[in-house]
């Protein structure tokens, strides 16, 4: 994409004075935000605000707009000095193929509008309803996306059983562990789209859910986000998030207190009995974990496992994988951010695992999802 050509000083610095409502010169995080949660933002500048809030601390501090204290946004300045610097295709600038990502993501889902899919065959939903349509994008909510994909890898047609669409741009989603009214919501906008879970050819759903998730949760909230999937994190309890969706809980067993033979007889019991299981990387002051180069604080979907040669697929829901992991000997990668791990291998890049239960049956009562009572 050449920049040049694009004019990108005059498309940022136009939708600059649009965004800019109190005309202070100064961009803030919450005239963004409004941007990319209306249904009505002009087309021509969605690229832009995109540009704007995934790069909003880089381009703020491109320049020193103030010398007394910390830049609270994004000034003319900023956007002039920020432009010249894609513009020059400086190979050391970060960030230039970031934007071209933007942009180029923006422009293709223009062609689903006006009306955004729900599924790529609304007459066929369940072919869709797949782990590879789940896709993190810039909110830090993959605990809730692993989650999610882990869900529906077991039970993909609890999506149609949970949506309903009621008008053109209007949702109602009925959570099973939420007991009173369906959440309702708007269309995701193009811009949550290109944002937040991402669509895909397999359709929005799982923005829906994510928008839907979101909004409940900024009822809760002391400080609500305008934006839905902002309000979710990976600070929310699993049990939590499991029991919202499938209106039961999970289990949770730290790997450190397992060994070999107990976590092969509980996947073999759990995964046998169709039951959700997600995996988790503890918080850690590494980005990476040393094994198999697997992101930290971070959730994994379990999507098959084999206990015969007692090995795992798993799943990130960025739909990629790391440098780290595709040099690691540990790993081996399949495609969109699948992977597989042997038992041993699992202990050494693993700390949690998370276990669907179904608390009102006594059949599955106690410890029989095959693991050891938790202590």
Known sequence: MDFSQLDIKTKLLDTFHFLNCNKDGILSPSEIDRAVVDPNLSLAIAPFVAIFKIHFDDIKSIHKDNYLGEEVGISKEDIKIFASKLQSQDKSFKITRSVQKIIQRVEALKDYLPKIPMYENKNNPLPSITPDAVI?????DCYFLAALASIITRNPKLIPQLIKQTEINNFLVAFPGLKGEPIEIESPTILELAIYARMTRKGC???????AYGTYLR????EPKIIAAENISSDEPMKEMY?????QSCAIYHLKKLTDDTLVAGLNKSWGEQRAITFGVGFSWKEKTDDAGLATRHAYSLLDWDKDMRVATLRNPW??????SEAAGSIQILRGG?????IVHIFRNFETIYVEEWGNSDVFAGSTNGFPPIS
């Not at 759903?205 to 928008?211: D, F, G, T, V, Y």
């Open 136 to 140: 993190q994008g810039e909110a830090g």
């Open 205 to 211: 759903w799982p923005a829906i859910i994510e928008k």
């Open 219 to 222: 009822t809760l909230s002391f």
């Open 243 to 247: 029991s919202v969706l499938t209106g």
């Open 319 to 324: 739909g990629k994988m790391s440098k780290n």
């Open 338 to 342: 699948i992977f597989k791990l042997d």
